[in-house]
Nanobody, 125 residues
Framework: QVQVVESGGGLVQAGGSLRLSCTAS????????MGWFRQAPGKEREGVLC????????YYTDSMKGRFTVSRDNAKNTVYLQMNSLKPEDTAMYYC??????????????????WGQGTQVTVSS
């Protein structure tokens, strides 16, 4: 049974940093595309950052470049999202996803792949 579990969310002041973690189990990890997504209240879910099994990273929007980075530790089956210079508009539920297909050529996981339950990030002004 595949499980994807996020952690590390919380309340932080604007300008602060948080590191989210996502651990996947029940699947081979080092051959999966992993991705971070977020959904703010009243808004659609949007992509944040993805990292492929070969280390390729994909940003969804330019606003995150220079502030957010993604990394993975295959030995721990974990992917991280480092968020710096946080803004109130970064407030959202952050979700992690794992591709269901090994060695996928997709840039990011899709809605039909494995998803976690999310971790809340709240940035106060």
């Amino acid at each position: 049974q595949v499980q994807v579990v996020e952690s590390g969310g919380g309340l932080v002041q604007a300008g602060g940093s948080l590191r989210l973690s996502c651990t996947a189990s029940g699947l081979t990890f080092d051959d999966r595309v992993m991705g971070w997504f977020r959904q703010a209240p009243g808004k659609e879910r949007e992509g944040v950052l993805c990292i492929a099994w070969n280390g390729r990273t994909t940003y969804y929007t330019d606003s995150m470049k220079g502030r957010f980075t993604v990394s993975r530790d295959n030995a721990k089956n974990t992917v991280y999202l480092q968020m710096n210079s946080l803004k109130p508009e970064d407030t959202a539920m952050y979700y992690c996803a794992a591709a269901s297909r090994r060695y996928s050529n997709a840039y990011c996981p899709s809605a039909s792949d494995y998803w976690g339950q999310g971790t809340q990030v709240t940035v106060s002004s």
